[in-house]
């Protein structure tokens, strides 16, 4: 399985020990030339998502990408990645790929909890140790996609076809069932 892993900006490196681990044969992307048609699936990882949607539009890359989702390229962002994927950002201005139908409320946690953990089930996972780092949620859930995980009574994971987004950062702890869900997901066994 061949996973292409958008290395601009953020914490790419974490998603690439998650997935080789699992046996997917990982490549970093930082340019348009890198970013080949060969790719079983595709991640976009957490960080600083505004940094990121400037970076892919300044490389060429966020044009080609949406039109990629859209065909029906399987994705996975995380956090910073899931609103890149928003439909709509409930507290910003700004759209980068706005291929998937949520919309997100960035830093949506405040100062205090800048970062926790917290114990959620996630539909088809289990119960997954979630770690939030200046963590978006997810305020609705368009009727195209489905909420996969809350905390507090607010969607922290969603899926909609072949794009799987979670608020928190699977790839910062040692269990890769959510990775794993991704390629299954890939291979239509999810
Ligand atoms: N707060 C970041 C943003 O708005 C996301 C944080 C993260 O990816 N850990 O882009």
């Not at 061949?2 to 046996?23: D, P």
């Not at 205090?112 to 859930?141: C, D, H, N």
């Not at 809350?150 to 269990?175: I, N, S």
Request: hydrophobic fraction near 45%; include cysteine.
């Amino acid at each position: 399985m061949k996973i292409g892993i958008f290395a601009l900006q953020g914490a790419f490196a974490e998603h690439g020990r998650a997935f080789a681990a699992l046996g997917a044969d990982c490549t970093e992307i930082r340019s348009r030339s890198q970013f080949t048609g060969s790719y079983d699936g595709v991640v976009l990882p957490g960080g600083e998502s505004t940094v990121q949607g400037k970076l892919l539009r300044e490389e060429g890359l966020l044009a080609p990408l949406k039109e990629a989702i859209g065909g029906g390229l399987p994705v996975f962002g995380t956090c910073a990645g899931m609103i890149l994927l928003a439909k709509r950002l409930t507290n910003d201005q700004n759209v980068w790929l706005g291929t998937m139908d949520i919309a997100v409320r960035r830093n949506a946690y405040g100062r205090q909890l800048g970062s926790f953990r917290a114990e959620t089930e996630v539909k088809g996972v289990g119960s997954f140790p979630a770690v939030f780092i200046r963590a978006p949620y997810i305020e609705e859930v368009g009727a195209s996609a489905v909420p996969l995980a809350t905390v507090d009574g607010k969607a922290v994971a969603a899926r909609q076809g072949r794009m799987l987004a979670t608020a928190f950062h699977p790839e910062l702890t040692d269990d890769l069932r959510l990775h794993a869900y991704f390629l299954k997901m890939i291979e239509g066994l999810a």
